[in-house]
């Protein structure tokens, strides 16, 4: 699990959505996005990445979960390091 930022930039995120590594799986969350009314709920396959607006407003804090096989969890931290809630202790 990685918490976000309060709020993040839509394209970064879809950026590093279509960056993830050959076993990555998917991808899936809650985001803010920059300038967004309502939380975007985040889902991502390899090849296909969307977004849309959550059903209702949630005060549960932005969060991606990233599920695969044979991650390199140091090389995902690094990559999503941008788009992270700082500080994020699991990184320092």
Same mark, same amino acid.
């Given at each position: 699990r990685f918490d976000l930022a309060d709020t993040v930039d839509r394209d970064r995120l879809f950026a590093t959505l279509a960056a993830s !590594?050959?076993?990555? #799986?998917r991808i899936k969350g809650v985001a803010r996005i920059a300038g967004a009314p309502l939380p975007v709920v985040v889902q991502y396959v390899p090849g296909r990445a969307e977004v849309e607006p959550?059903?209702?407003?949630? !005060?549960?804090?932005? #969060?991606?979960?990233?599920?695969?096989?044979?991650?390199d969890a140091d090389g995902l931290?690094?990559?999503w390091r941008p788009l992270l809630k700082e500080p994020c202790d699991v990184l320092d």
């Amino acid at each position: 699990r990685f918490d976000l930022a309060d709020t993040v930039d839509r394209d970064r995120l879809f950026a590093t959505l279509a960056a993830s !590594p050959p076993g990555v #799986f998917r991808i899936k969350g809650v985001a803010r996005i920059a300038g967004a009314p309502l939380p975007v709920v985040v889902q991502y396959v390899p090849g296909r990445a969307e977004v849309e607006p959550a059903r209702k407003p949630s !005060p549960a804090a932005p #969060f991606l979960l990233i599920i695969g096989r044979d991650l390199d969890a140091d090389g995902l931290r690094r990559q999503w390091r941008p788009l992270l809630k700082e500080p994020c202790d699991v990184l320092d």
